[in-house]
């Protein structure tokens, strides 16, 4: 059967892969000096460090609307079996229940909520385009991605928390103790939702070669080992390098792709944020 695999703008996906995998993606709204601005179309992270550098209020995000989903799903249903639409997490944003209510005017289109971020939700919208390819039951496929939801690993390490203060994420406080100890927490979406799991001691590079090494170390045979992520906002090379190095000891991955987080992530996470994402068994 023909299915046409849509996405949000969250799922962090380059323009590359969008196109190799024939993904339709919808964006959502940036809110910028009170402009809104459509996520990864009329706005970029660099726009996004400007403004806010140069002392605007920060950015944030509007969910997808069910009138732009429906236009969205109008666009595919009457030319593929099925249109199967992935959204980010259902706790994150109103664009699964916006999805699922334009979904009801069509009999072909489904929506699976990710129940992830960034590319969390990516690696379940590139799973989704690889069994596409054989899937010959839709109810099954739908199961299969819903399963695989609960097997993503999504965290990242955050080098400053200023982004998190303004928008109301951590108290200043917190966040002049954190520097003063020179502490970055590491964040990871559990259930659908992002916690803090366990902060680093010491300099960013230092930091991120531990995470890397508390994430795979010991687990390759658990681990889904087709691709994993690489995904950052802006990021000084030498932190970059220190995550590319600590997967590279690995060297299992049949596929390691580094991509640059969209406007959603650095709305909140703000720069020098960079994590490793993946699939478990």
């Given amino acids: 059967m023909r299915i046409k695999i849509c996405a949000d703008s969250t799922c962090d996906l380059s323009s590359e892969l969008l196109r190799e995998n024939d993904i339709a993606m919808e964006p959502l709204h940036i809110q910028m000096g009170g402009g809104f601005y459509k996520d990864g179309v009329e706005i970029t992270p660099e726009q996004i460090y400007a403004h806010v550098d140069g002392g605007g209020d920060l950015c944030t995000t509007t969910a997808i609307n069910a009138e732009e989903y429906r236009a969205l799903f109008a666009r595919f249903a009457r030319d593929y079996d099925a249109v199967v639409h992935i959204t980010i997490s259902a706790d994150f944003s109103s664009c699964y229940q916006n999805a699922c209510m334009a979904a009801r005017d069509f009999s072909n289109v489904y929506v699976i909520d990710s129940r992830n971020l960034s590319t969390g939700h990516g690696l379940v919208v590139m799973k989704a385009c690889e069994l596409a390819k054989t899937a010959a039951d839709i109810e099954t496929f739908c199961n299969t991605l819903i399963d695989l939801t609960g097997k993503v690993e999504a965290s990242f390490l955050l080098s400053r928390l200023d982004y998190m203060v ?22 990871e979406v559990v259930d659908g939702k992002m916690k803090v799991v366990k902060k680093y001691r010491g300099s960013m590079e230092k930091c991120l070669a531990n995470y890397v090494k508390d994430r795979l170390d010991g687990r390759m045979e658990h681990l889904d080992e087709e691709m994993i992520f690489i995904t950052h906002t802006k990021t000084e090379p030498s932190c970059h390098q220190a995550v590319r190095d600590g997967v590279a000891q690995y060297g299992r991955f049949q596929r390691v792709f580094d991509t640059t987080a969209g406007c959603t992530v650095t709305c909140h996470c703000g720069p020098g944020t960079i994590g490793v994402l993946f699939i478990r068994k």
């Fill in 166 to 187: 303004k928008g109301g994420r951590c108290s200043s406080v917190a966040a002049l103790g954190a520097n003063l100890l020179h502490l970055r927490p590491c964040i």
